[in-house]
Nanobody, 131 residues
Framework: QVQLVESGGGSVQAGGSLRLSCIAS???????????MAWFRQAPGGQREGVAT????????YYTDSVRGRFTVSHDSATNTLYLQMNSLKPADTAMYYC?????????????????????WGQGTQVTVSS
């Protein structure tokens, strides 16, 4: 199986930046099966929301409207690491951020849809933006 470990969260003031990282580790046959990696977030009392997704075998990236132009998702295939560069942060970005990975199996309702099957999940890293 694959383990996902996030890091990089923290507390910043509005307008600041943070960079999240997520390292995927495990047997080669499992990490090699990953096709998409994504960042989701969930604020207290809110629903899980897809933030950004990247296709790990190409260059396709997807963003939710509220972060497009401010966040950049990237993937380093050599190290199996997913990044999320977050600039111009707003208080509305405050949430627990989760890294997720998908193979070709399971339900597909789009790259940012929370009902799409992402098999592997990290434990999350907290991002807090103060005004």
């Amino acid at each position: 199986q694959v383990q996902l470990v996030e890091s990089g969260g923290g507390s910043v003031q509005a307008g600041g930046s943070l960079r999240l990282s997520c390292i995927a580790s495990g047997p080669w046959e499992y990490t090699h099966a990953i096709r998409y990696m994504a960042w989701f977030r969930q604020a207290p009392g809110g629903q899980r929301e897809g933030v950004a997704t990247t296709y790990t075998r190409g260059t396709n990236t997807y963003y939710t409207d509220s972060v497009r132009g401010r966040f950049t998702v990237s993937h380093d295939s050599a190290t199996n690491t997913l990044y999320l560069q977050m600039n111009s942060l707003k208080p509305a970005d405050t949430a627990m951020y989760y890294c997720a990975a998908r193979t070709t199996a399971g339900t597909w309702n789009g790259p940012l849809d929370p009902t799409t099957t992402f098999v592997y999940w990290g434990q999350g890293t907290q991002v807090t933006v103060s005004s």
